[in-house]
């Protein structure tokens, strides 16, 4: 007898992983939040996996490109001007995309699904090829086949162990690249205080404002739709939320999108940087640098330990797309101060966005109006201005109101100076005068000109590194760093 065959039918494949829910949730963030697109800019036009919503996708992204007007009327005509709009289902499509999510501020969640299912259905489709090509091509050995499609495979995961993925520099070989300019916490049209994926820092005096700064900044991204991550090692919930309250964030903004860390551990951090990967807050605040370093054993006179902390602490966060904001302290000398914060000068090397110092403009309480200057002391980037130009001002009124707290706002310089007075004459005096004697006291130096000047140009002299002082006993002597260099 014939042993018996059983037949089985031939099963189909599974279809490929995608998610159209997202991808048309994605869409309706788009109609209802434009900006979502310039802040997804390594999504790709090819994650969509349904080609009516890949149209629209690849319509709007190229009206934001253009400048134009987005919403659910434009771009349907868009779409009909292009004679694309029957292939996409016909009139009223648009319509009926527009209103699957209430909101377009969770339009990360959705592209971060997309883009999963695409990732998924390449590595479906180069496991098919690599599959065929060991059945059919026996001219190549299989370590070949591997190393090719390990090439392949390193689009996918986005590294490769052996081919290096390099940056494209044609943008700006050909001058296409745009200038890179602070996006987030708003301070009027057109004018941003801070830099997205990069960490920034803001430094004064105690008692200054630095925290009502941030505090104020993170009510302007709570009013722009954003969310926050306030990491606060000094103060406390209550005193946080009052003062957000105080500055104008409403009950459901802070409930909602704000999210605090109260004298986090170094596991909080790590929890925090896996969170802001998965969520995208468009703000990382840490409100007190030097206390959120010792906490954790580094100082911060050390340059390792400075690196290390920013590499650890600091650089995760912007990597996830956050404008990273470090508040710290400097030195209590204005002689031995120089433009950056206290501590070890490493620290100035980890901001790759901008620094600013708070400057006192007029002394505030919550009862008497008053503001602060924000000056830069660096902007890696440029897209803010030079160094002690004074980018802003931020203005505290109380509110005499049934609401009470206080209104806080940005505004530009009254005189718009690209930077403090700097008595250069009487500067001129002291190099000269330290020429000719070599040494000198505050004092002796002051018979170059009235001495609030005098005193001004010394600070200044020393924060360009044209002079230098040392102690001899009680006594404080200025000497030239370099001789014969003029300031």
Known sequence: MKPRINKQAPQEAPPLPSAPD????????????????????????????????????????????AGELINSITVSQKLTDLGLIQQIGGNGIVDGILGTVSTGL???????????????????????????????????KPLELLQEHDFKL???????????TFTDLTPFIDGTAKQEVPTIAEAWPGQSLFYAGRVNEIHAEPATGKTNVLVASSVQVLGAGGSVLYIDPEDTPERFVNQMRAFGAS???????????????????????????????????????????????????EATDCIAFSQQNLRPFAAAGAAVVVADHVTKSAENRGQFARGSSAKAGEYT?????????????PTIEGFVKLKIQKDRNGGV??????????????????????ITTFREPADKQEGPFRPTAIMEKIVRHLE????????????????????????????DRKISMRSEGKKNLYFLINKGKKP
């Open 22 to 65: 997202s991808e048309r949730a994605l869409i309706s963030s788009v109609l209802q939040y434009p900006a979502c697109i310039g802040k997804l800019k390594s999504f790709k036009d090819e994650s969509f996996h349904t080609p009516s919503y890949k149209t629209i996708w690849v319509v709007c992204r190229e009206m934001f490109q």
């Open 106 to 140: 969770e339009f990360r969640s959705y592209a971060d699904i997309v883009e999963d299912k695409a990732q998924r259905r390449a590595m479906i489709v180069a496991g098919n090829e690599l599959a065929r090509e060991a059945m059919q091509d026996n001219s190549r």
């Open 154 to 164: 390193h689009i996918i995961r986005g590294k490769n162990s052996t081919v290096p």
């Open 251 to 301: 009950t459901d903004d802070i409930r909602e999108r704000v999210k605090y860390l109260h004298t986090p551990s170094a596991e909080d951090i790590r929890a925090a940087q896996t969170w802001a990967k998965q969520n995208h807050p468009e703000i990382v605040i840490l409100d007190g640098l030097a206390v959120a370093m010792s906490a954790q054993g580094f100082n911060e006179n």
């Open 353 to 365: 966005g901008v620094s600013y110092e708070i400057v006192a403009g007029k002394n505030y309480t």
């Open 385 to 406: 201005g030079p160094r002690n130009k004074i980018v802003a001002e931020l203005h505290f009124t109380p509110n005499a109101g049934a609401k009470g707290g206080t």
């Open 436 to 463: 000719v004697v070599g040494e000198a006291t505050k004092t002796e130096l002051r018979s170059c000109g009235k001495a609030e000047y005098v005193d001004k140009a010394l600070a200044l002299l020393i924060e």
